[in-house]
Structures are given as structure tokens and as C-alpha cells.
């Protein structure tokens, strides 16, 4: 298991930025690693999914185009940014780390292979 902190995140206007940082306290390249995001009454839903080796990123088709994942390996760090932001894509964002070493189906994800999860971070898009 990892330890994961997370940052970033806030209030911003529609069609603004943000960007979140989710730093972890072990190899993240030896884990596939997620963002999860969850509103309030809602259930946690994938967000975006880089499979532990580097090779392939996934997006939920709400977001493709506008976040990107990407990862420091130097670090044990991933990043969300996240760009022109919609009122919604407000809720509780969170990193997940999943053991790597076979290839992960985001498409059919299940959140009970992620054993490590970050503290959450909000985010809030303002119309």
C-alpha cells in the first residue's frame, strides 16, 4: 500500500483550470494509478487511469479532451490537470493506486482493486 497526499484543487469559474497533485510515498510506477471523482449523493466515478508501466492512459468520455494525467516517476508524483472546467465536474476528487504488473481495464474499472487512496481534494466550478 501507498501513502497518497493530495493538493491542489479550489474554486474556479466555468471554462477555468485547475490542476491537482496527488504525491505518493512509494513507487508509483510499480502501480497503475487513478483519479476518482465523487458528488455529493453520488457514487465514485473514474475519472482518469494511467496503467502502472507508463503505457496508456484512459479518460471517462465526460472528461476526454479536457484533463490530462500525467506522472513524475522521479517524484512518486501524478497530476489531474484539468481544463475548461464545467459546473459538472464539481465534487470530491480523489487519487487511487492499484498493484500494477498486469494491464488494467479502466473501461470496466473496480474500485475494490485500488487499495491506497488519497485524502480527497474539492473542486468547484462556478457558473
Known amino acids: 500500500q501507498l501513502t497518497l497526499v493530495q493538493s491542489g484543487g479550489g474554486v474556479v469559474q466555468a471554462g477555468g483550470s485547475l490542476r491537482l497533485s496527488c504525491a505518493a510515498s512509494?513507487?508509483?510506477?510499480?502501480?497503475?494509478m487513478a483519479w476518482f471523482r465523487q458528488a455529493p449523493g453520488q457514487e465514485r466515478e473514474f475519472v482518469a487511469g494511467?496503467?502502472?508501466?507508463?503505457?496508456?492512459?484512459t479518460y471517462s468520455d465526460s472528461v476526454e479532451g479536457r484533463f490530462t494525467h500525467s506522472r513524475d516517476v522521479a517524484r512518486n508524483t501524478v497530476f489531474l490537470q484539468m481544463d475548461s472546467l464545467k459546473p459538472e465536474d464539481t465534487a470530491m476528487y480523489y487519487c487511487?493506486?492499484?498493484?500494477?504488473?498486469?494491464?488494467?481495464?479502466?473501461?470496466?474499472?473496480?474500485?475494490?482493486?485500488?487499495?491506497?487512496w488519497g485524502q480527497g481534494t474539492q473542486v468547484t466550478v462556478s457558473s
Open positions: 494511467a496503467q502502472w508501466n507508463g503505457v496508456g492512459t
Open positions: 487511487g493506486a492499484s498493484w500494477g504488473g498486469q494491464p488494467m481495464d479502466f473501461t470496466r474499472i473496480d474500485l475494490r482493486l485500488f487499495d491506497s
Open positions: 512509494g513507487r508509483t510506477a510499480d502501480y497503475h
